[in-house]
């Protein structure tokens, strides 16, 4: 099975900073790649797909890139409605795994 | 505008059966993979199967393989997820995800809670 490593755990950020998460792919997995973002009580939401192709209705703010096996999103000015827990998940074979996902709270 | 409903969660004993139903709108069933993803309490999320857009093909997770079984109708726009045999660590909320292979969109869920 693929793991998908997550870092970190969580994060706590202020207003407008800049943010990083990453997921750690154990093998190759191509741009199979997404993330989500799930508010407390909520169904989760695609925020990418494809590694870094931006879901409809999503803020640019967000987005996702690729180093090899390390994929990564990023939002580039924090916003109060930003805070929940994300997770990434590798679509390229199945078992379909997701990461342990990041709590990312406002500071 | 998509829509995905599900229905049919509860509490249910320890090696019963429950049949999950999801139904869909907005868009055309028939031409797409549909999955079910599910969330222990307070956990993370755990892919658990995906049938393909006419149901010849279907994917599990290997601690839920010969117990659920996921399937589809097609005709009434409709994915279900048959547990059997299920276990106390089947307990958790299950949501309908789809269309397609991203997961672009999530059902509100379903609480599924096996315990004696």
């Known amino acids: 099975d693929i793991q998908m490593t997550q870092s970190p755990a969580s994060l706590s950020a202020s207003l407008d900073e800049i943010v990083t998460i990453t997921c750690q792919a154990s093998?190759?997995?191509?741009?199979?790649l997404a993330w989500y973002q799930q508010k407390p009580g909520k169904s989760p939401q695609l925020l990418i797909y494809?590694?870094?192709s931006l879901a409809d209705g999503v803020p640019s703010r967000f987005s996702g890139s690729r180093s090899g096996t390390q994929y990564s999103l990023k939002i580039s000015r924090l916003q109060v409605e930003d805070t929940g827990i994300y997770y990434c998940?590798?679509?390229?074979?199945?078992?379909?795994?997701f990461g342990a996902g990041t709590k990312l709270e406002l500071k | 505008e998509v829509q995905l409903v599900e229905s049919g969660g509860g509490l249910v004993q320890p090696g019963r059966s429950l049949k999950l139903s999801c139904a869909a709108s907005?868009?055309?069933?028939?031409?797409?993979?549909m999955a079910w993803v599910r969330q222990a309490p307070k956990k993370g999320l755990e892919w658990v199967a995906t049938?393909?857009?006419?149901?010849?093909?279907?994917y599990y997770r290997d601690s839920v393989k010969g117990r659920f079984t996921i399937s589809r109708d097609n005709a009434k726009s409709t994915l279900y997820l048959q547990m059997d045999s299920l276990r106390s660590e089947d307990t958790a909320t299950y949501y309908c995800?789809?269309?397609?292979?991203?997961?672009?969109?999530w059902g509100q869920g379903t609480l599924v809670t096996v315990s004696s």
């Open positions: 995800a789809g269309p397609g292979i991203w997961f672009a969109y």
């Open positions: 907005g868009f055309t069933f028939s031409d797409y993979a």
């Open positions: 049938i393909i857009y006419d149901g010849s093909s279907t």
């Open positions: 093998q190759d997995i191509g741009n199979w």
């Open positions: 494809g590694a870094t």
């Open positions: 998940l590798q679509r390229y074979s199945a078992p379909y795994t």
